[in-house]
């Protein structure tokens, strides 16, 4: 099969790949500008714990190179910047040029001068081999038009010994979590209506996140990317996971 002919997820359809690429972006532009405060509402504020977990299991330090991989506006840049101090950067790469410009104004008003931002596609990225010292990815990976090469291109990236933390919706073991948690969930559609125009988008979250591959199974493909020393720490019972590996 060719990559044109090729098939993968967009929610509960199957999509042609470039169709999904463009779909994601169609999303991500649509809900841009109340994307953070959508993130607030639908966690009730819990995803900002989640991400700055991710940044202490990151190990970054003064001096480090480190890749926020679909970045978005920022929020996880931004608490690596003091890690890394002026003497190490940052670089926030998102593929959608909507959220990265809010990112990008946000670097700037926060006088983070050690954040770059490159508009990247997380299959191709723009990057030498064995550059940074570590790379996070936070609530982007279910979006991937195909997750097992970008998981190759971040181990490519990595420079040996490097950390990879994978912050992600996941399966909560509880069957009773995991109901109630889609019962939650099932208000976003409205709530996406009502705060950010856009009931669609926040239905294709609800699909993303159900047909989002489990704990397990995401270990398996960080290790078939190359990965090694994969491990997972699950949050809020499962309805989140950090897995972290290392290149």
């Known amino acids: 099969m060719s990559k044109s002919d090729e098939r993968v997820s967009f ?10 690429t463009r779909l994601v972006g169609d999303v991500f532009t649509s809900v841009a500008n109340r994307y953070d405060l959508m993130n ?6 819990s995803h900002r714990l989640m991400k700055r977990m991710l940044v202490e299991m990151s190990g970054a ?14 929020d996880i840049a931004r608490l690596l910047a003091p890690a890394v101090t002026h003497a190490g950067r940052v670089v926030l790469a998102d593929m959608n040029p909507a959220m ?5 104004d946000r670097m700037l008003d926060s006088g983070l001068a050690q954040v770059q931002c490159c508009c990247a ?29 970008a998981l190759r291109e971040l181990q490519r990236v990595l420079k040996p010994g490097g950390a990879l933390l994978v912050l992600e919706f996941s399966k909560p073991a509880n069957p009773w979590l995991d109901a109630a948690y889609q019962g939650f969930q099932s208000v976003w559609p409205a709530l996406g209506r009502v705060v950010a125009g856009d009931a669609a988008s926040y239905r294709y979250l609800i699909e993303s996140i159900r047909v989002h591959p489990d704990q397990e ?17 699950d949050l809020l019972g499962g309805i989140a996971a950090i897995h972290r590996a290392v290149a």
Do not use: Y
């Open 11 to 20: 929610g509960f359809k199957e999509v042609a790949a470039e169709e999904k």
């Open 40 to 45: 607030d509402l639908m966690s009730l504020g």
């Open 61 to 74: 330090r003064p001096g480090h190179q480190v890749l926020d991989l679909a970045g978005g506006t920022g």
């Open 100 to 104: 990265l410009a809010i990112g990008q």
């Open 121 to 149: 596609k997380a299959e191709a990225l723009p990057f030498a081999d064995d550059l940074f010292n570590s790379a996070t990815v936070g609530f982007g990976l279910r979006n991937f038009t195909a997750k097992h090469e």
């Open 217 to 233: 199974t995401l270990k398996l493909m960080l290790a078939d990317a190359g990965f090694s020393e994969v491990e997972h720490h």
